[in-house]
């Protein structure tokens, strides 16, 4: 794929204007390729942006992509912060208006989705369009059972957090290799892949950008977000727990104070939707930038 060196990259990044405050650390890195309407692409928990490289490849002779990548996940070098998600939203808004991105495409994959959600509704003026790939405003809501409140979301994202701080290096590797990623991500070979870049995250960071996801509401401020929005959501894995009209409903209510929400549903990807049905999830993409 190609790609800026790293030497240019961060040479791109020292001539822009500072993107976050003095006593706030450096928490994104962005590679740029190709030409054309920008997109900004996100990944998501403990990958990092090399995860978007099939994407990009699709992309790169149409639209210029601004690959994210954030720290501590996938071989990103760690930095200490209470406030990941909202240091990382707040320095993709002052990247993209630094580089003077006109409108740009935000597509996020599952955290990223939710950062993609989060930019909106601080910088409503921001995005032309936003992306959603199986990203939630309430994850916990979907992910911890009967949750239906911060409360209960707090109880459970605590419990959470200290199990996946108290692994051993080499149990979160086996849980990662065993469990996790094969839910996420279906043909093995694929699984490999993607493990070999999660196995490079920082345990820390992921447990506690899990707490954070765990620990946040943004369905009351999705009002606040001006542009269209499409939410990707995969079905495969998890269908075989509930019918998938109320799956797909599930999806549906967290989105209600954002009624410009549409929604593509993948009955044969599991979480990493532009892994497991590339061609569908290049074909939704590219329709979606077309119209907008």
């Known amino acids: 794929m190609k790609t800026l060196t790293p030497i240019l990259s961060a040479a791109l990044l020292l001539t822009a204007a500072p993107m976050h405050a003095a006593d706030t650390p ?37 639209y210029q992509c601004h690959v994210v990548s954030i720290a501590g996940f996938g071989g990103m070098p760690a930095v200490k912060t209470n406030n990941l998600l909202d240091d990382a939203r707040d320095q993709i808004i002052a990247y993209a208006r630094t580089q003077k991105l006109e409108k740009p495409t935000i597509v996020g994959h599952s955290l990223g989705g939710t950062l993609a959600l989060m930019i909106g509704e601080k910088a409503p003026d921001l995005p032309g369009d936003i992306v959603s790939v199986d990203g939630l405003p309430f994850l916990a809501g979907v992910m911890l059972p009967g949750v239906t409140d911060l409360e209960s979301a707090k109880k459970g994202a605590a419990a959470m957090e200290a199990q996946m701080k108290g692994q051993t290096p080499e149990q979160r590797a086996a849980f990662q290799k065993n469990v996790s990623i094969p839910s996420m991500v279906t043909k093995p070979d694929d699984v490999e892949r993607v493990y070999a870049m999660c196995s490079k995250s920082d345990g820390a960071t992921v447990a506690e950008a899990m ?36 799956l797909e409903a599930n999806y549906k209510n967290q989105f209600k104070n954002a009624p410009q929400t549409r929604f593509k549903f993948f009955e044969n990807a599991r979480h990493f939707i532009m892994i497991d049905d590339p061609a569908g999830f290049a074909a939704a993409l590219d329709q979606e930038l077309a119209a907008h």
């Open 26 to 62: 450096k928490v994104i890195n962005v590679q740029v390729t190709g030409h054309g309407r920008a997109v900004i692409l996100i990944p998501g928990l403990a990958t990092p942006g090399a995860i978007w490289d099939g994407t990009v490849k699709h992309l790169q002779d149409r």
């Open 211 to 246: 707490n954070e996801l765990l620990t946040r509401d943004y369905r009351p401020e999705l009002g606040k977000i001006k542009c269209p929005v499409l939410v990707m959501g995969a079905l495969a894995q998890i269908s075989k727990y509930a019918p998938k009209e109320t």
